[in-house]
T-cell receptor, first 114, second 115 residues
Framework: KNEVEQSPQNLTAQEGEFITINCSYS?????LHWLQQHPGGGIVSLFM???GKKKHGRLIATINIQEKHSSLHITASHPRDSAVYICAVRPSENYGGSQGNLIFGKGTKLSVKP | DAGVTQSPTHLIKTRGQQVTLRCSPKSGHDTVSWYQQALGQGPQFIFQYYEEEERQRGNFPDRFSGHQFPNYSSELNVNALLLGDSALYLCASSPPLGPEHYEQYFGPGTRLTVT
């Protein structure tokens, strides 16, 4: 079983819809990252969070440390949001964590239709 | 600020050959991490370099080696290439200790194809 699980694997939405992508993890963590990857490969960091909630424009990320679960929400989705969204966790020290050792989920491929 | 840059963009090699990939970190960053991303999978951590030394390593064989130079740029070397080494290789850099120490900035990646 992967240490980081994302759902759904694929998601198709109509422009304007509210989108939720979920991430569950099984290790203790010091931080969780949400990343965006466009075709061609480049990865952009959207959020890094260790508790609570963060908002940036139409994107909202939440995390529940006790339940080992995080969600990424996109409000008023747009075709330019189409990308792969990846959840990655940084294991805490007692799980062998360090600055570099991110564990990634397989990603959620989002397609937003006009 | 050019951000994290990687070269080359694409590369085709033959099984058994050796390859060197290069990464220049974002200005002001001193730590470089390398990841391998197979098609349809999330990235896997290869290793991390700090102060010209390998600080941590993931579950990759010794065929994968690296180097960091005094200007913080880094190389990833893969010897005796296998078909399974075909992947996107991502480099990420991080700033020195501080509020953003755990943030990682990714480069565009090098797409390696082994035939």
């Amino acid at each position: 079983k992967n240490e980081v699980e994302q759902s759904p694997q694929n998601l198709t939405a109509q422009e304007g819809e509210f989108i939720t992508i979920n991430c569950s993890y099984s290790v203790g963590i010091s931080a969780l990252h949400w990343l965006q990857q466009h075709p061609g490969g480049g990865i952009v960091s959207l959020f890094m969070l260790s508790s609570g909630k963060k908002k940036h424009g139409r994107l909202i990320a939440t995390i529940n440390i006790q339940e080992k679960h995080s969600s990424l929400h996109i409000t008023a989705s747009h075709p330019r949001d189409s990308a792969v969204y990846i959840c990655a966790v940084r294991p805490s020290e007692n799980y062998g964590g360090s600055q570099g050792n991110l564990i990634f989920g397989k990603g959620t491929k989002l397609s937003v239709k006009p | 600020d050019a951000g994290v840059t990687q070269s080359p963009t694409h590369l085709i090699k033959t099984r058994g050959q050796q390859v060197t990939l290069r990464c220049s970190p974002k200005s002001g960053h001193d730590t470089v991490s390398w990841y391998q991303q197979a098609l349809g999978q999330g990235p896997q951590f290869i290793f991390q370099y700090y102060e010209e030394e390998e600080r941590q390593r993931g579950n990759f064989p010794d065929r994968f080696s690296g180097h960091q130079f005094p200007n913080y740029s880094s190389e990833l070397n893969v010897n005796a290439l296998l078909l399974g080494d075909s992947a996107l290789y991502l480099c990420a850099s991080s700033p020195p200790l501080g509020p953003e120490h755990y943030e990682q900035y990714f480069g565009p990646g090098t797409r390696l194809t082994v035939t």
